[in-house]
């Protein structure tokens, strides 16, 4: 078979989406350019400057450093993104948050603090300080948007 010849019927590099559905199971770095969506087992890190979502069945034990991320699954680990985050309702986040945006439905759990970090100013140099905001480390925090 000639890889050659599927890559061609793909889309554009830029709006590329991978997919890994809830019978992979990972340990050490993933990392992706564009977009994925990961359903299933990580012992490791996530590191991208893309846009992850992790699906019900995603269960991550690590670190999680991209662009933006939408949880629907489970992570053991601080998740860093320079975009937004967003814990849906059945999402487990037990570690710290650090965004420039955060949403958190009704009904998903977060154990650990959470950071909201400013936009970068323009042209400045200058880099504006936000306060963290804290939630206790032995009570999960659920919070409607």
Known sequence: MNLNNLTSFAAEPSSAKN????DVEITGTLKFDNELIFDGKLDGEIVSDGV????????IKGEVKTKAVTVHGTVN???SVTERCELK???????????MRI?????????GKSEVTPAKPQGTGARAVT???ESPRSK???TSA
Not at 103 to 111: D, L, S
Request: aromatic letters at 2%; zero cysteines.
């Open 52 to 59: 992850l979502t992790l699906g019900k069945n995603a269960q």
């Open 103 to 111: 949403v958190i439905e009704e009904g998903a759990t977060f154990i």
């Open 77 to 79: 680990g601080n998740i």
């Open 140 to 142: 999960s925090t659920e």
């Open 89 to 99: 309702a059945s999402s487990q986040l037990n570690g710290d948050l650090k965004a």
């Open 19 to 22: 997919i890994l559905a809830s």
């Open 131 to 133: 306060p963290a905001v």
